[in-house]
């Protein structure tokens, strides 16, 4: 296991479109360790392969301690409701904002083990899976379709 370098904005490989996994090679299993181990090192609850130089469909999230949903080929197939929450990246460091963002999505991914798997997210979870399955369009929460304000501590 390895802690991966965190791709910042401003980097061109951060807009790129990600390539679907065709194969659950040991690579890619070493990538998933790899990512949850990077993504608890930064203390994020969600990236992509992207974030870590790699342009393929993979992601990990984390929004519950302990509960970690590892994305092969993720797609969010049904969205419900709408959310008004704050957001950040470990791509973009130092800002965070408010987005729009579905209150529950429905994504279908395969599993680790190959095994296809369908879940619904609501709140955080909703917002974590919409925001990673953006990284793999080349999207950041930053973009103006879904940055809504910048968001300032209050006193
Ligand atoms: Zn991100």
Do not use: W
Not at 5 to 12: A, L, R, T
């Amino acid at each position: 296991m390895a802690i991966l370098n965190i791709v910042k904005e401003g980097d061109p490989l951060l807009r790129k479109t990600s390539r679907p996994v065709t194969e659950i090679t040991p690579r890619i299993l070493t990538l998933l360790d790899d990512m949850v181990d990077t993504m608890h090192r930064a203390n994020g609850c969600g990236l992509a392969a992207v974030q870590v130089g790699v342009l393929r469909r993979v992601v990990v999230i984390e929004v519950e301690e302990g509960v970690v949903y590892e994305m092969i080929n993720p797609r969010i197939v049904a969205y419900a409701g709408r959310q008004e929450e704050v957001e950040g990246c470990l791509s973009v460091p130092g800002r965070s904002g408010y987005t729009t963002r579905p209150s529950a999505v429905t994504v279908r991914y395969t599993d680790r083990t190959g095994e296809e798997r369908e879940l619904r997210g609501k709140d955080l979870l909703a917002r974590a899976i919409c925001h990673e399955c953006d990284h793999l369009d080349g999207k950041l929460f930053i973009d103006k379709d879904i940055f809504v304000r910048e968001y300032e501590d209050e006193e």
